[in-house]
């Protein structure tokens, strides 16, 4: 069976929609299509049922849904092994959301390549919604992300809890309707908490990506909610100050793997990178 059908079949359960799915594979509707009734051909029984909220599994389609990440994970398996560096046993293919590479990703790089040199390593840093796709689809081994999206044939283990604190480059002039307030969009949960915690608030100034609002507060003054590992520096330098009495909200770090990486290669990765998160909340 060709591989590029069950993406095909399995982006389209992710999206919930065939014109979803040819978005994310960059290709037309009609190759989607064409490329399920193809699929269908092969197994003898319909997938799909398309209607004007989407598409739904058959039953076959549900049968179908227990093997398919497999049948993709294992072909990228095989195209990596095929792949693998002479001196080396295997190759090892690690993302993470941007704001989590530093220092997260860069300190499990320097571990693994002092405690396994006989691994290949590939970083790979991205969005989240790509990044779990890529995972589910076998391009990425593990994936280090807030909020991991389930998908079948996936795992996901707790790295470390992180910690969204309140800081501003002022305490004298702070107030709770800060105008240089900025806002990041940390994810639904936070969202609602924050929404809950501050009902009166309505940010002028609202990024979706953490450094990129830290960096614009400690340039031009203001608050905001950031990571307290990454901000931690900066209150002991001075340049930020926790604010008094505020909520803190709990964020999370998981890595999201296949079940598919081969056992040793993988203990051996998720062994250090719970070193490094270990390292980093002490």
């Given at each position: 069976m060709d591989i590029e059908l069950a993406r095909t079949f399995l982006e389209i359960v992710s999206t919930g929609s065939f014109i979803k799915a040819a978005d994310r594979l960059h290709v037309a509707q009609t190759t989607v299509s064409a490329r399920v009734r193809l699929l269908e051909q092969q197994l003898g029984r319909p997938l799909f049922v398309r209607n004007k909220a989407g598409a739904s599994l058959t039953p076959a389609g549900e049968q179908f849904l227990r093997y398919a990440p497999t049948f993709v994970q294992l072909w990228q398996?095989?195209?990596?092994?095929?792949?693998?560096?002479?001196?080396?046993?295997?190759?090892?293919?690690?993302?993470?959301?941007?704001?989590?590479?530093q220092p997260l990703l860069?300190?499990?790089?320097?571990?693994?390549?002092?405690?396994?040199?006989?691994?290949?390593?590939?970083?790979?840093?991205?969005?989240?919604?790509?990044?779990?796709?890529?995972?589910?689809?076998?391009?990425?081994?593990?994936?280090?992300?807030?909020?991991?999206?389930?998908?079948?044939?996936?795992?996901?283990?707790?790295?470390?809890?992180?910690?969204?604190?309140?800081?501003?480059?002022?305490?004298?002039?702070?107030?709770?309707?800060d105008p240089r307030y900025v806002h990041v969009e940390w994810g639904p949960d936070f969202s609602l908490h924050?929404?809950?915690?501050?009902?009166?608030?309505?940010?002028?100034?609202?990024?979706?990506?953490?450094?990129?609002?830290?960096?614009?507060?400690?340039?031009?003054?203001?608050?905001?909610?950031?990571?307290?590992?990454?901000?931690?520096?900066?209150?002991?330098?001075g340049k930020l100050h926790l604010v008094p009495g505020a909520p803190r909200f709990s964020f999370p770090v998981y890595a999201a793997h296949s079940t598919?990486?081969?056992?040793?290669?993988?203990?051996?990765?998720l062994t250090v990178l719970r070193a490094v998160a270990k390292a980093e909340v002490e």
């Open positions: 398996r095989a195209k990596q092994q095929v792949a693998v560096p002479e001196g080396h046993r295997a190759v090892l293919t690690v993302g993470s959301e941007v704001s989590l590479w860069v300190e499990w790089v320097r571990m693994m390549r002092r405690s396994h040199p006989d691994i290949a390593l590939r970083v790979h840093v991205d969005v989240p919604q790509d990044l779990i796709t890529h995972v589910a689809a076998g391009l990425v081994d593990i994936a280090i992300m807030y909020a991991p999206q389930h998908r079948p044939g996936l795992e996901i283990d707790l790295l470390i809890e992180e910690e969204l604190v309140l800081v501003t480059t002022d305490l004298r002039t702070y107030r709770a309707n924050h929404a809950v915690s501050f009902p009166d608030i309505t940010p002028s100034l609202v990024a979706n990506l953490g450094p990129l609002g830290l960096n614009y507060v400690l340039l031009e003054g203001g608050s905001g909610y950031f990571r307290m590992h990454a901000v931690q520096p900066h209150l002991a330098s598919n990486v081969e056992a040793t290669t993988l203990g051996a990765a």
